[in-house]
Nanobody, 124 residues
Framework: QVQLVESGGGSVQAGGSLRLSCAAS????????MGWFRQAPGKEREFVAA????????YYGDSVKGRFTISRDNAKNTVYLQMNSLKREDTAVYYC?????????????????WGQGTQVTVSS
């Protein structure tokens, strides 16, 4: 099992920045990819970003490309999501997830472990 704990959510005005953290523990050696998803009320869970745990290759959803940056600290088993130029439409609960494979990393059902989520609210 892998346990994931997110932190860093909160409220910010449009144009501002936030950094989310996701600390992984347990059988982290089994993790191949770490990802971030988000879900706004009444909407489906949306892929935000992912990072290959060993090689550091990154992937982004179209709606956040150029504004968000995913990174990792292997020594701390932690993944970060730096969110800049935030927009109201970025408001959602953000979830960290871990995948034991590298297939279909943009698809939420492929992920094996999930954090509890952290709320991000962007106001204008």
């Amino acid at each position: 099992q892998v346990q994931l704990v997110e932190s860093g959510g909160g409220s910010v005005q449009a144009g501002g920045s936030l950094r989310l953290s996701c600390a992984a523990s347990g059988r982290t050696f089994s993790v191949a990819v770490m990802g971030w998803f988000r879900q706004a009320p009444g909407k489906e869970r949306e892929f935000v970003a992912a990072i290959n745990w060993s090689g550091g290759i990154t992937y982004y959803g179209d709606s956040v490309k150029g504004r968000f940056t995913i990174s990792r600290d292997n020594a701390k088993n932690t993944v970060y999501l730096q969110m800049n130029s935030l927009k109201r439409e970025d408001t959602a609960v953000y979830y960290c997830a871990a995948d034991r494979s590298t297939f279909n990393i943009r698809v939420s059902i492929e992920y094996d472990y999930w954090g509890q989520g952290t709320q991000v609210t962007v106001s204008s």
